[in-house]
Nanobody, 126 residues
Framework: QVQLVESGGGLVQAGGSLRLSCAAS????????MGWFRQAPGKEREFVSA????????YYADSVKGRFTISRDNAKNTVYLQMNRLNPEDTAVYYC???????????????????WGQGTQVTVSS
C-alpha cells in the first residue's frame, strides 16, 4: 500500500515562502513521477506542478511558474514544493500525488495519479 504524507503547510503573509514536503512509502519511489495539486474552497482540484521519475523534467501551472519549484530526493523518497512570493490566491489545501504508471513523462491531470496524500493547508494572508 502506497502512502503519501505531506507536511510544511501553514499561515504565511503575502510575499512569504513555504516549503512543502511529501514523504512516500510502499513502492519504489524512484520509478514514479510525482505531482502537486491544490484545492481552494468551492473550487475544483487544480494542477500545480509535476516532476518525472528521474527528476530531469518538471512542469508548472502558469499561475505558479517562476515562483514555485518542485524537486525530489529519491534517496529520501521525498518530493518537495518550494513556494516563494506567495499571494492570497495561493491559499488552498495542497496535495501530493503519485503517478499510476512507471517511467512516464510529466502528467498533469488528476486521473493520471493513483495515490494521494491527505493534504496540507496553506493560507496566505494579505
Amino acid at each position: 500500500q502506497v502512502q503519501l504524507v505531506e507536511s510544511g503547510g501553514g499561515l504565511v503573509q503575502a510575499g512569504g515562502s513555504l516549503r512543502l514536503s511529501c514523504a512516500a512509502s510502499g513502492r519504489t519511489f524512484a520509478n514514479y513521477g510525482m505531482g502537486w495539486f491544490r484545492q481552494a474552497p468551492g473550487k475544483e482540484r487544480e494542477f500545480v506542478s509535476a516532476i518525472t521519475w528521474s527528476g530531469l523534467s518538471t512542469y508548472y501551472a502558469d499561475s505558479v511558474k517562476g515562483r514555485f519549484t518542485i524537486s525530489r530526493d529519491n534517496a529520501k523518497n521525498t518530493v518537495y514544493l518550494q513556494m516563494n512570493r506567495l499571494n492570497p490566491e495561493d491559499t488552498a489545501v495542497y496535495y501530493c500525488a503519485a503517478d499510476r504508471d512507471r517511467f512516464r513523462a510529466v502528467v498533469t491531470t488528476t486521473h493520471e495519479y493513483r495515490y494521494w496524500g491527505q493534504g496540507t493547508q496553506v493560507t496566505v494572508s494579505s
